[in-house]
């Protein structure tokens, strides 16, 4: 059964940092894309970033430069560094595989307060 494992989050001042993990339990890893979403309360989820099997990258809207994702093939995981962050990026994150496979995380919250 596949499984996605989000942690990492948590309470972070404006301009602090937080890496989210994403830890999958799923055969052939390498070979899916992968992808961080974010929920804010009432709103729609929006795509944070999305990263091919060979480490290639897109980002949602204004995020690139702030928000970087990654993955380590061999640990099966997923992760996403985020700097500089606002208020505006709290939300709970998720973690998902792209495609026909569409499996979500639990989800981790982030909240950005001072």
């Known amino acids: 059964q596949v499984q996605l494992v989000d942690s990492g989050g948590g309470l972070v001042q404006p301009g602090g940092s937080l890496r989210l993990s994403c830890a999958a339990s799923v055969s052939l890893f390498r070979f899916y894309v992968m992808a961080w979403y974010r929920q804010a309360g009432g709103k729609q989820r929006e795509l944070v970033a999305r990263i091919t099997g060979s480490g290639s990258a897109i980002y949602g809207d204004s995020l690139k430069g702030r928000f970087t994702i990654s993955r380590d093939n061999s640990k099966n995981t997923v992760y996403l560094q985020m700097n500089s962050l606002k208020p505006e990026d709290t939300a709970v994150y998720y973690c998902?595989?792209?495609?026909?496979?569409?499996?979500w995380g639990q989800g981790t919250q982030v909240t950005v307060s001072s």
């Open positions: 998902h595989i792209e495609g026909a496979a569409d499996y």
